[in-house]
């Protein structure tokens, strides 16, 4: 089924805001969707990064997982979320490159320090620096 041209712009504008998100820093699909102005959408975030490509399947692809830092986003509570066989792993090895450290809790859920990786501006980068411009 093809997907809308909302959905789809909406898929988009999550992989963008990703790409803000500095190397070694982790934010939550919350935030996300409050900086693209739906934060009643967090899932919606997870079902765009879901959806991502793999760069190996698809490496021509304008968005795929090596270009869009998927592993930056975590849950509210500052977790990886569960992501099927080895998913959350593949997640914690990949922010463990980046220098975040990622803790095991007691029932080997994988979590992360929101106060010393966390990243919550108030607006994108992207979004400052249009404004920068239409000032001048």
């Known amino acids: 089924m093809p997907r809308s041209e909302?959905?789809?712009?909406?898929?988009y504008a999550v992989y963008?805001?990703?790409?803000?998100?500095?190397?070694?820093?982790v934010t939550s699909y919350g935030h996300i969707a409050r900086l693209l102005g739906k934060p009643e959408c967090p899932r919606q975030v997870g079902?765009?990064?879901?959806?991502?490509?793999?760069?190996?399947?698809?490496?021509?692809a304008h968005y795929n997982n090596s270009?869009?830092?998927?592993?930056?986003?975590?849950n509210a509570k500052?977790?990886?979320?569960?992501?099927?066989?080895?998913g959350a792993s593949q997640q914690a090895?990949?922010?463990e490159a980046e220098g975040v450290q990622v803790t095991?809790?007691?029932?080997?859920?994988?979590?992360?320090?929101?106060?010393t990786y966390g990243w919550f501006p108030d607006r994108l980068p992207s979004d400052l620096s249009s404004e920068e411009?239409?000032?001048?």
């Open 6 to 11: 909302e959905a789809a712009a909406w898929t």
């Open 16 to 25: 963008n805001a990703v790409r803000e998100v500095p190397h070694g820093k």
């Open 47 to 60: 079902v765009s990064l879901k959806a991502l490509l793999s760069a190996t399947a698809q490496p021509d």
């Open 67 to 74: 270009n869009v830092p998927w592993q930056r986003i975590i």
């Open 78 to 86: 500052g977790g990886i979320s569960p992501r099927g066989a080895n």
């Open 93 to 95: 090895t990949a922010l």
């Open 104 to 115: 095991r809790g007691a029932l080997g859920e994988y979590t992360i320090d929101f106060t």
């Open 133 to 136: 411009e239409d000032e001048e």
